[in-house]
DNA sequence: TAGATTGTTAATCGATTAACAATC
DNA sequence: TAGATTGTTAATCGATTAACAATC
């Protein structure tokens, strides 16, 4: 294994049945238990793979009857960690990044994003606050914060740099947007993201 | 296979390869040849897993020399499909769905995004149109224009009934930001993404 | 009991890696 | 020729699926 980030399939789909859970939980709140094989059926999913993931993340369901509704979420929910929230900075807060910013859904799946850094910070209206860059405030905020994910948007000409600054401060879960492929030691965790790939997938990957 | 969309992993290492094929011709002019070997180091891949993705891709490289920089990059951008551009429209232009409106990369990889729709369309600037939502708007819009990409950026309550107007629209590729698995025809590609998803894989799946 | 559903073991499939041959 | 590099074949690994047994 050459790269750092996890490639388990499980955890792309157990968010899948979390949502899911979630919203049978709202619109039938008469339902108490649900079947593998409804869900796999909705969710356009194997009902054996559903049965296996439920089986590793949430024990055992009852023949005939199904999965506990609220057993599953909250096993899930404690799979993913969901409830240990984490704190983030934004690390250029362009486009992308204020987006990120007031993106509120994060938080359940553990990403409380409380501040922005960026070179310009003037003008801006967030619902959190940004802060002018430079290298002492954001080591000062990450120690007085308890920081511990830092979310990269800057441009990649800068990407290395403020990459080795945030490793040298301690971070250890990087969240990259930037096309860089971050050269980090082995025990930091860089999850690269980029939508730009995800449009190539879409458009070249099929048909 | 009970889910559209492409698996096929080499899809998310093309995207890769081309940026930094990009990168090494801007930042080091003289280098008309790149080996294998320095492109599975520096990216973090294994020299084997690139070089039968090239050969995929791009034919065949010289032993001893490596690979023709600029005929590498024609080469991905023909098999990724980067110079077939095709138009989308973003349906929900929140936080999200006007940071991709914005984001003129997406370009590069072959999807120009011309406009936006949303309920609330006053007030807003943007660098491209955005029109009050209405079902006739919509679909005189993506007549006249040729569009043959929507985004979704919905919130999910609506996502399934927009969902059943563009495709009774013709459309036959929507990129999902909804946490909705969309139910569509068979002929429909739908492409799921998940920022909040991403989130968990990250923080769950390692360590 | 019969039937719906869960749970497990074995088979398949695809992607990655290792070993090595071919080329300039 | 020697060495760097490409290209291919076989082995491994992991994820998915199929078949079936167990349970209520």
Redesign the pocket.
Known sequence: ??QNAT????YKRLPIYLDYCKTILETEPETKY?????MAEELF?????V??D??KTC?????????SLKYLIQSIEEYLKCKDIRKAVIIGVGKLGSAILGFDELKKYGLDVIAGFDTNAENKKYNKPVYTYSQEKIKTYIEDNNVDVVIMCVPKKVAQDVCNLIVSLGIKIIWNFTPIRLKVPSDVIVQNENLAYSVSIMLAGNN
Chains 1, 2 share one sequence.
């Not at 490639?7 to 499980?10: D, G, Q, V």
């Not at 369901?61 to 199904?66: A, E, L, N, T, V």
């Open positions: 294994m050459l490639k388990k399939s499980i649900i079947s593998s094989t409804r999913l194997g009902e054996v793979q049965r296996k439920l089986s024990g055992s369901g009852k023949p005939k009857i199904g999965y």
